[in-house]
């Protein structure tokens, strides 16, 4: 009788697994990591979902955050207030203890460790494509998107600098050079 529990149990967390990759799964939020990244558990494990097709300023030291200060012009100070205003926003989209749905390859992680997802809050909203529409991230310039993805992001985006919307507004010239639509300074 054990071997047969423990088959059942194999067999109901490799269909689990299966699901989770392949479908759509409800997790629950554990923190906000910056503006592009939630951080929850999966099969009691700690794993760091990135919102997939989008991209946001660093809020913390980091090997892209030189890069953006080197390719932007800007302070690293400047461009670290641009990432604290996108993780902030993005704390206001969803929060600690909140359900999310979660959409793709869960044992796919990319190059840093994050898992590339679409997340959606309790209401259907897409959350990478809020942070777009809201003027706090842009769409991933680098790396593989969908080309209807790519397209409908690059749109959003052009409409929410358009309408000065988040960081097009507020924060409008250093989020322009940050975003590479601006000379360097």
């Known amino acids: ?23 759509s799964v409800t997790l629950v939020v554990d923190k906000i990591e910056d503006g592009d990244t939630l951080v929850t558990q999966i099969d009691g494990n700690t794993a760091r979902l990135q919102l997939s097709g989008i991209d946001a300023p660093e809020d913390a030291e ?73 003027g706090y991230a842009v769409a991933l310039r680098y790396g593989k998107l969908d080309g209807d993805l790519k397209s409908r992001y690059e749109g959003m985006e052009a409409e929410a600098i358009a309408a000065r919307r988040g960081l097009w507004g507020k924060h409008r010239a250093d989020a322009l050079a940050w975003n590479g639509h601006a000379p360097k300074r």
């Open 1 to 23: 009788m054990p071997n047969l529990i423990k088959r059942l149990l194999l067999a109901c967390l490799l269909l689990n697994l299966s699901l989770a990759s392949a479908g």
């Open 62 to 134: 980091n090997a892209k955050l030189k890069r953006d200060v080197q390719t932007s012009g800007l302070e690293t100070g400047v461009l670290l207030a641009l990432g604290a205003a996108a993780t902030q926003h993005l704390a206001t989209l969803v929060k600690p203890g909140d359900r999310i749905q979660v959409e793709g390859a869960l044992d796919k992680p990319d190059r840093y460790g994050r898992i590339p997802v679409m997340i959606y809050d309790t209401k259907g909203r897409a959350i990478n494509d809020a942070m777009i529409e809201d």
